[in-house]
């Protein structure tokens, strides 16, 4: 679908249409032009450019403030952004695309913005479970409040799972459903390590490069919780290679790398690959890495 403009001149990227389908989506839609108008002249942002096209929460625009690169970030208020800025904050840069400025009453974050700002999915030279590796070791830092705990985003999960199974028309077989059900149950009746700030949205689309062989996260959704969990976006990304010896590399090598509980780490991956599928676009790739963890070795 074409693009609509915000006030004649910013476009709105079609990943955002679907927000139309809700009435809190559409309220959104219509505030955005106030809201950004609002938000350039509170930041003082000038040299608006095209949005990026990727944000399916978010409208996200290169600008500057006075000589400097910078991106304008206005997010719907949906949970799973609750609390980006302060988890930005707590990484003040390490391994995360730092926090300039941050406006809540407007949902609106001022980032730095990142060069060249390549996707580390479309980096195939890279060693890129290496950099992954290193990126969790500067993201992995304790934290608490006032950060959703994994815990309860389980549970929320647990007990939405059937539902969505049936509402998306039973798309793979129970068995699936049951083992992510399994699985977190397991997991809730189990005690995991330490709490860390996670980013469980970590995947090749989401980390950026910028410059001097850096990367940088984007997009955190944060928790907070067992660090086994921070492998489950890796391992389900097949832009790191769709097939079972890839993904069970993954899990192998990261969980081994970085000292990591590997079957905590598979059955969180099983739980919430399962819980994010029915409203992907790829529920078939994630189907087939759940069925590819459902064997522990």
């Given at each position: 679908?074409?693009?609509?403009?915000?006030?004649?001149?910013?476009?709105?990227?079609?990943s955002l249409d679907?927000?139309?389908?809700?009435?809190?989506?559409?309220?959104?839609?219509?505030?955005?032009?106030?809201?950004?108008?609002?938000?350039?002249?509170?930041?003082?942002?000038?040299?608006?450019?095209?949005?990026?096209?990727?944000?399916?929460?978010?409208?996200?625009?290169?600008?500057?403030?006075?000589?400097?690169?910078?991106?304008?970030?206005?997010?719907?208020?949906?949970?799973?952004?609750?609390?980006?800025?302060?988890?930005?904050?707590?990484?003040?840069?390490?391994?995360?695309?730092?926090?300039?400025?941050?406006?809540?009453?407007?949902?609106?974050?001022?980032?730095?913005?990142?060069?060249?700002?390549?996707?580390?999915?479309?980096?195939?030279?890279?060693?890129?479970?290496?950099?992954?590796?290193?990126?969790?070791?500067?993201?992995?830092?304790p934290a608490g409040?006032?950060?959703?705990?994994?815990?309860?985003?389980?549970?929320?999960?647990?007990?939405?799972?059937?539902?969505?199974?049936?509402?998306?028309?039973?798309?793979?077989?129970?068995?699936?459903?049951?083992?992510?059900?399994?699985?977190?149950?397991?997991?809730?009746?189990?005690?995991?390590?330490?709490?860390?700030?996670?980013?469980?949205?970590?995947?090749?689309?989401?980390?950026?490069?910028?410059?001097?062989?850096?990367?940088?996260?984007?997009?955190?959704?944060?928790?907070?919780?067992?660090?086994?969990?921070?492998?489950?976006?890796?391992?389900?990304?097949?832009?790191?290679?769709?097939?079972?010896?890839?993904?069970?590399?993954?899990?192998?090598?990261?969980?081994?790398?970085?000292?990591?509980?590997?079957?905590?780490?598979?059955?969180?991956?099983?739980?919430?690959?399962?819980?994010?599928?029915?409203?992907?676009?790829?529920?078939?790739?994630?189907?087939?890495?759940?069925?590819?963890?459902?064997?522990?070795?």
């Open positions: 679908m074409a693009d609509r403009f915000i006030g004649g001149a910013i476009p709105v990227p079609a679907w927000l139309k389908g809700s009435e809190a989506g559409r309220s959104w839609l219509e505030k955005l032009p106030a809201l950004f108008e609002t938000a350039c002249d509170q930041f003082g942002l000038t040299e608006i450019g095209h949005p990026f096209s990727g944000g399916n929460v978010s409208l996200v625009v290169p600008v500057k403030r006075g000589a400097e690169d910078v991106v304008l970030k206005l997010q719907y208020p949906d949970p799973e952004c609750r609390h980006e800025a302060e988890a930005l904050r707590r990484w003040n840069g390490r391994g995360a695309v730092r926090l300039l400025n941050h406006a809540p009453d407007l949902d609106a974050l001022l980032l730095e913005r990142c060069w060249p700002g390549r996707f580390l999915a479309d980096d195939t030279r890279s060693d890129r479970l290496g950099i992954l590796a290193d990126l969790l070791r500067l993201l992995t830092i409040e006032p950060f959703t705990r994994l815990a309860d985003e389980a549970a929320r999960w647990r007990n939405a799972l059937d539902h969505d199974w049936m509402a998306a028309g039973k798309p793979c077989d129970r068995s699936l459903v049951d083992a992510a059900l399994a699985a977190l149950q397991d997991l809730s009746d189990s005690d995991g390590a330490k709490d860390v700030l996670l980013h469980q949205d970590l995947h090749g689309h989401n980390i950026l490069s910028a410059g001097d062989d850096a990367w940088l996260a984007i997009d955190p959704k944060p928790l907070v919780g067992d660090p086994a969990f921070a492998l489950s976006p890796i391992v389900r990304s097949f832009e790191f290679g769709h097939s079972k010896t890839e993904a069970r590399y993954r899990l192998d090598r990261l969980s081994e790398e970085l000292e990591l509980d590997r079957e905590r780490a598979r059955l969180w991956t099983i739980g919430q690959t399962m819980a994010w599928a029915f409203s992907s676009s790829y529920a078939e790739r994630h189907f087939d890495t759940v069925r590819w963890l459902l064997v522990k070795d």
